[in-house]
């Protein structure tokens, strides 16, 4: 999943740059609130669910760790 979004970053970047569009602004001093929605198919979200109960983690806490190791 990681590998996936990844490489859609990657096509997006390489499009603006194709296409001469500017890059969004720069987010170095942008404060984030450590929150954000993803919405994903119903199947994926009990697939990620069943991970996390798996390792007797919550589903936050197994999205995050896994967010950490990209």
Known sequence: MIKQLHAIVEEWVNLLLT???P???E???KLFSGKFVVRLSPEIH???ALK???RGESLNGFV???LAKS
């Open 19 to 21: 296409e001469g569009k």
């Open 23 to 25: 890059m969004p602004e």
């Open 27 to 29: 987010t170095a001093d």
């Open 46 to 48: 009990r697939k990620v």
């Open 52 to 54: 996390a109960i798996a």
């Open 64 to 66: 995050t760790g896994t």
